[in-house]
């Protein structure tokens, strides 16, 4: 038997498949998670109940539905990729998980994006659900799929690299109260269930710089109106993105 015929070849995985082992890993620990669940499936379907059966706020819309659906979709972007990212990341990086991750050939930015994508597949379970019980409460949505596609993912990006950017700079517990008062904030002043109509002038330009804003603003002009794709929210979005995820991949910090 000739020599060698078993040696070992010791070197990285493609990077491709690095982020695919990764991505896969990190989507079954979102959906195993108990208190994700909660915060990503079960808190924003309730709104979407309670709001849309009960008369709570004044909507301005015929149907309540037709108003609160798109916003909770944005809330639903909002918590898997910003506050449940932000804090199953900043608890990873207090045990030690980042850390070995970051001795493996695992890059920091393929290591961000595995996570983006993990929080995309989470969430497209998210919107199937969310959808299915606005249609069941009488939603008509209208509009170009593909232009609500491009506002989710740009939505997603720009979540996930505030989130990151969070969760690798902060301790644990700061991310963890940061996380979820930025979460309360953001779905009192960001247009998910109170529209921005009601705030004061000076407040309201402000709110509608928020990333929460544009993309549940943009979500109702197509999904309520039936408008084309609202670019100025788009833009938005897509600064936010840049800076988010640019940031993250700057100051991100294995331990």
């Not at 915060?39 to 924003?44: D, E, G, M, N, R």
């Not at 609500?148 to 990151?164: I, Y």
């Amino acid at each position: 038997m000739s020599t060698g015929t078993y040696a070992p070849k010791p070197g990285a995985a493609p990077v491709g498949r690095m982020i695919a082992a990764q991505t896969a890993l990190e989507t079954r620990m979102l959906l195993r998670n108990g208190e994700q669940l909660l915060l990503t499936v079960i808190i924003p379907s309730l709104l979407l109940v309670l709001f849309s059966t009960v008369d709570i706020v004044d909507t301005g819309a015929d149907e309540a539905v037709d108003f609160l659906a798109p916003g909770v979709l944005a809330l639903a972007v909002l918590s898997t990729a910003f506050t449940g990212q932000a804090i199953a990341t900043g608890f990873e990086r207090r045990y030690g998980v980042l850390k070995r991750l970051g001795a493996s050939p695992l890059p920091r930015w393929a290591l961000m994006t595995s996570k983006t994508l993990a929080v995309l597949v989470t969430e497209v379970l998210q919107i199937a659900l969310l959808t299915v019980i606005a249609l069941a409460l009488g939603w008509s949505p209208h509009g170009n799929p593909l232009s609500v596609l491009l506002l989710l993912v740009l939505g997603t990006a720009a979540f996930s690299g505030l989130g990151l950017l969070m969760a690798g700079t902060l301790k644990a517990e700061a991310t963890l109260a940061a996380a979820n008062l930025v979460f309360l904030l953001l779905l009192v002043g960001g247009g998910v269930i109170v529209p921005l109509e009601k705030f004061p002038d000076a407040a309201r330009s402000v709110l509608e710089l928020l990333p929460i804003s544009a993309l549940s603003d943009g979500l109702r002009a197509i999904l309520q109106d039936g408008a084309s794709l609202p670019w100025g929210d788009a833009l938005t979005l897509a600064v936010w993105a840049v800076l988010g995820l640019g940031a993250a991949a700057k100051f991100f910090r294995w331990e």
